[in-house]
């Protein structure tokens, strides 16, 4: 690289670098050692570190073996669901087992065969999508900017660059957008009440809000012991008229409410509908996560208008357990003018000159095994769809250029991709030079800016 950050030359601040390492090394020479584990876990939270404290929390949980009852895991899982709401590290654990059971009990797959009859009979309703569409403008900050990256298109050459500034969105955005569009299906068919379960109160907020706003009831199963804990969600979901119902955890398998939700629905299905959020779920659920999501494509294909009367010649996203190709590239699947491209890169950068990363071989792969095994199934099998189809092109791109292209974006447009989303540019970069300047790419930037900022100034050689 032509430049070198002039915090290079600054030396580190010791008090909370030299305290980070020194619990490193106990973790190196003891990885059964749970107080530093937890001390470490702390000091990424207070300085916000968030990667970093994700990528912790990802190890110490697959150390657990399954056993998340514990008060350690208990307190590290409270801070990581705020931060991370939606991230399946800190969920209860994974849902396939339990989901498909309850698709497969035959009273259950008779109202779940005529939801998706309902829905079939919705899902090219132009008005029914357009409501969807306003809904979200209020409740989810729709739409994201289309941002046209005019002098990183320049310096590249060929193609015009966009990016789709999803990174800009509120965090669960995605959970919020699948609770909207059940809601607004339920109303629709002209239910009356919505029916879910929630563990630590997110899901069901989100419910009595949009049971609120749109005159539905709310019916909240959550376990008695998390009540005790989540208090003020509790109190919010009462203030907005929500039934908040707790169930004792002696009757709950592995302390999971939504059964309790979904025998609710069976026995009032007339009347109410059972809200599910991004977790794995019998169908029409996955369809409805999916469909639902596309709010992000229909939105750059009314945006790029306002920049050329074509359609994008190439859309990129970021591969993987997300919903990133799913919300971006479902409205463009028919159109054989576009080309679709998912890219996997590396959620790790080499290191540079200062310490960085002490990560083994075998911890990183467990880091990354555990976070895929537990990233939603009903996401996940999209993906497989998708790449089976052939209709959208997966590459695998890991080139050491990225640091330069972080440091461009940065220099050019003002804002730090995060590593993931580096690669993806890095990638699309490439195919814009082999375009025509009248053509266009674009990007979707879906991960946070800041997320990563602290393992690329590493990666560049920054103590910090």
């Not at 470490?40 to 056993?67: C, D, I, M, S, V």
């Not at 292209?405 to 580096?422: D, H, K, N």
């Amino acid at each position: 690289m032509s430049q070198v950050s002039p915090l290079a030359n600054r030396r580190a601040e010791a008090p909370f670098n030299s305290r980070v390492e020194e619990l490193r090394g106990m973790l190196r020479r003891n990885p059964d050692d749970r107080v530093a584990r937890i001390k470490l876990l702390e000091h990424y939270f207070q300085q916000g570190e968030e990667h970093e404290f994700l990528r912790e929390a990802a190890l110490f949980r697959n150390e657990l073996n399954g056993k998340l009852d514990t008060p350690d895991w208990k307190a590290v899982q409270s801070i990581g669901l705020r931060l991370f709401p939606a991230s399946p590290v800190f969920a209860a654990r994974p849902d396939n087992d339990r989901h498909r059971r309850i698709g497969e009990d035959k009273k259950a797959r008779i109202h779940f065969e005529a939801l998706a009859r309902r829905y079939e009979g919705l899902r090219d309703d132009a008005r029914f999508l357009n409501e969807l569409d306003r809904e979200l403008l209020f409740v989810a900050r729709r739409p994201t900017p289309l941002m046209h990256a005019q002098r990183l298109s320049a310096h590249f050459g060929g193609a015009q660059i966009y990016f789709k500034r999803e990174d800009l969105a509120p965090p669960g955005i995605h959970l919020q957008i699948a609770i909207t569009g059940q809601a607004l299906l339920a109303s629709r068919l002209g239910k009356r009440t919505l029916v879910t379960g929630t563990v630590y109160g997110q899901r069901g907020l989100i419910v009595a809000e949009t049971a609120a706003r749109l005159g539905m009831q709310a019916i909240v199963y959550m376990d008695q012991r998390q009540m005790a804990r989540e208090r003020a969600s509790v109190f919010r979901m009462w203030l907005m008229g929500a039934d908040v119902r707790g169930i004792d955890s002696a009757q709950l398998h592995n302390h999971d409410v939504r059964e309790s939700a979904v025998e609710q629905w069976l026995e009032h299905p007339e009347d109410s509908m059972l809200v599910m959020g991004l977790d794995h779920g019998p169908e029409p659920y996955p369809t409805l996560v999916r469909e639902f999501s596309a709010v992000v494509g229909r939105e750059l294909r009314r945006q790029l208008m306002t920049f050329s009367p074509n359609a994008p010649d190439l859309i990129v996203t970021r591969a993987g357990n997300n919903t990133d190709a799913i919300g971006v590239l479902h409205p463009y699947l028919a159109d054989p003018r576009v080309r679709l491209a998912c890219v996997h890169g590396r959620k790790e950068l080499p290191a540079g000159t200062a310490p960085c990363d002490e990560l083994s071989a075998e911890q990183r792969r467990l880091t990354g095994a555990i976070l895929e095994d537990m990233e939603y199934p009903s996401v996940a099998r999209e993906q497989r769809w998708l790449q089976e189809t052939g209709r959208v092109e997966y590459h695998r791109f890991s080139d050491d250029s990225v640091l330069e292209t972080i440091s461009l974006v940065g220099r050019l447009e003002g804002l730090i991709p995060a590593i993931e989303t580096a690669h993806a540019i890095s990638w699309a970069a490439r195919q814009a030079r082999t375009m025509r300047p009248t053509q266009s790419v674009v990007i979707a930037l879906c991960e946070r800016p800041e997320k990563d900022v602290l393992s690329i100034g590493r990666a560049m050689g920054v103590p910090l």
